[in-house]
């Protein structure tokens, strides 16, 4: 069983910063790409940024140079520091991941953590 539990989110002003976390804990061989998404109210969820397990960097047009995607694979976490806040990035934030278990290679997410950016 693979859990991920996102921490960080929270209110924050236009222009401000948060950063996110997404703890991956259970038995697993390896976890592969991690990345986020985003879903905002009346939204279909959408990809925010990725990450590969050596590193490489992927982000969506609407938040690059904005955010900042980074893992620690010896703590099997994935962040997302997120500066120049604004309304529209205003979601709950999922963490995903591919992991390889014994018992085959599956996508897993956490729960969600809320993102409010409000004046």
């Known amino acids: 069983q693979v859990q991920l539990v996102e921490s960080g989110g929270g209110l924050v002003q236009p222009g401000g910063s948060l950063r996110l976390s997404c703890a991956a804990s259970?038995?697993?061989?390896?976890?592969?790409?991690m990345g986020w998404y985003r879903q905002a109210p009346g939204k279909q969820r959408e990809w925010v940024a990725a990450?590969?397990?050596?590193?490489?960097?992927n982000y969506a047009d609407s938040v690059k140079g904005r955010f900042t995607i980074s893992r620690d694979n010896s703590k099997n976490t994935v962040y997302l520091q997120m500066n120049s806040l604004k309304p529209e990035d205003t979601a709950v934030y999922y963490c995903?991941?591919?992991?390889?278990?014994?018992?085959?290679?599956?996508?897993?997410w956490g729960q969600g953590t809320q993102v409010t950016v409000s004046s």
């Open positions: 995903n991941a591919g992991v390889a278990t014994a018992r085959g290679r599956f996508d897993y």
């Open positions: 259970g038995t697993m061989f390896r976890i592969n790409a």
């Open positions: 990450i590969t397990s050596s590193g490489t960097t």
